[in-house]
C-alpha cells in the first residue's frame, strides 16, 4: 500500500498539478476576487474615464433614476418603494449594493456599475480583467423586462443609455 501511494503521490501529481495551474489560471480576475467585490458608486470612476462619465451624467437617465422613484413616492408603500430599488439604483440586494438613501447615497442611482459590475477592486488596481468590459443584452435583461420596455431595441442599443 505505502508503494502504491508513493507511485501515485510521483507519477499522478505531474498531469494533476497541471491540471490544477490550468484552473487557476482561467479563474484569474473577476472570479477570484467575487468574494471582495463591492459597488463604489459612478463618481469614483471620474477621474480615469472622464469622457464616458460626463456624457453618462448628461445624456443617461440612469443617472438620475432615483428621482423617478422620488416623483411617485407618495402614492406608494415602503415595501413598494423597495420593489423600485433593485432597477433604479446601484446594486440593491447585492454583496456591498445599495441599502437606503441615507446609508449609501452614492449608490442611489442607477450607475455604471449597474452594467460593468462592482468597482471597488478595479479602482485600485486598474485592472481591466478587475471590471466586466464586454458586455451582451443579458446585462440589460435583468433590468429591462418586457414590460418596462418603451422605444427600446436591444439590439441596435446595446450602447443605449450608456455613455
Ligand atoms: C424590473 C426593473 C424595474 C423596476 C422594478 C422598476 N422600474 Fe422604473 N423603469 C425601469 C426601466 C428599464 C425604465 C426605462 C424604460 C424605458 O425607457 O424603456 C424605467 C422608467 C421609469 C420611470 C420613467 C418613466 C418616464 O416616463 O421617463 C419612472 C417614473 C419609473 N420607472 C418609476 C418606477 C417606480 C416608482 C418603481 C417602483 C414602484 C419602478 N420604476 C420599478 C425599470 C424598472
Ligand atoms: C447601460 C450600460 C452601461 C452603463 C450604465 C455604463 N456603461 Fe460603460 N460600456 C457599456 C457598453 C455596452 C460598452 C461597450 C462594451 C463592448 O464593446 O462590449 C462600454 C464600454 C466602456 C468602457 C471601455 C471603453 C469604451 O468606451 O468602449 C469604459 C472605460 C466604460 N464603459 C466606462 C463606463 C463608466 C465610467 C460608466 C459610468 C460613468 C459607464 N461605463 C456606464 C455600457 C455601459
Ligand atoms: C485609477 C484609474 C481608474 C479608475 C478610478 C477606474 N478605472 Fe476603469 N480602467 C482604468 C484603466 C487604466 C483601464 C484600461 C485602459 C482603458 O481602457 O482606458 C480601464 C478600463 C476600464 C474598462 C474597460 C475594460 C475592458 O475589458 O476593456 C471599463 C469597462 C472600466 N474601466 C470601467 C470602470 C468603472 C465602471 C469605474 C468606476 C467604478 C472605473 N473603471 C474606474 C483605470 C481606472
Ligand atoms: C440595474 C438595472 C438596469 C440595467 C442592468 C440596465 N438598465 Fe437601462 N435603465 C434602467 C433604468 C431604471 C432606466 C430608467 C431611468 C429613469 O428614467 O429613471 C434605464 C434607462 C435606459 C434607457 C433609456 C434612455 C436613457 O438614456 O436613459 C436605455 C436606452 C437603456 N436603459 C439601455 C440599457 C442597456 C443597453 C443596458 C445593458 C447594456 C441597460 N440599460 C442595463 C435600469 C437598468
Redesign the pocket.
Known sequence: MPRISKFLATYMSLPLMTILLVFAQASCGLAQIKGSLAYVGSSACKDCHEKEYNSFMTHA?KSV?F???E???KE?TEE??K??????TTGYGKQGGFVSPEKTPHLKNAGCEVCHGPGNVHIKTTDVTHIKGTLTTEDCE????S??????RYKPLIHG?AH
Open positions: 437617465k433614476s428621482r423617478s422613484i416623483r411617485v413616492k406608494l413598494e418603494i420593489g423600485c430599488y433593485y432597477c433604479h435583468a433590468c429591462h423586462i414590460e418596462r420596455v418603451r422605444a427600446f443609455g
